[in-house]
């Protein structure tokens, strides 16, 4: 049974870090794109970051330089380490993983999901 398990979620204030992280079990993909995606309350959920079965990634304007993602293959764990935190960061965190090539940012992309962590950052 496959599943992803976000955690690392929580409050922080402005400037902040946090390092979120996703468990992957089950999964026996050769190639494969996994992301962090986040939802805020009453906008549509958006990509932050991607990173491919050969480390490439990629990122939303919105967070690159601040957001790193990586990932951990003996331990099966995706991470997505934020560092300047802002107040329009906060949402729910949910990784996504999907099998084959050339990952993109869309959740349109991705067909399996975590249940997701709150991320909240006050100014």
């Known amino acids: 049974q496959r599943q992803l398990v976000e955690s690392g979620g929580g409050s922080v204030q402005a400037g902040g870090s946090l390092r979120l992280s996703c468990s992957a079990s089950?999964?026996?993909?050769?190639?494969?794109?996994m992301g962090w995606f986040r939802q805020a309350p009453g906008k549509e959920r958006e990509g932050v970051a991607s990173i491919d079965f050969n480390g490439s990634t990629s990122y939303a304007n919105s967070v690159k330089g601040r957001f790193t993602i990586s990932k951990d293959n003996d331990k099966n764990t995706l991470y997505l380490q934020m560092n300047s935190l802002k107040a329009e960061d906060t949402a729910m965190y949910y990784c996504a993983v999907r099998e084959g090539r050339w990952c993109l940012l869309s959740p349109d992309d991705y067909n399996e999901w975590g249940q997701g962590t709150q991320v909240t950052v006050s100014s």
């Open positions: 089950g999964y026996t993909y050769t190639t494969y794109c």
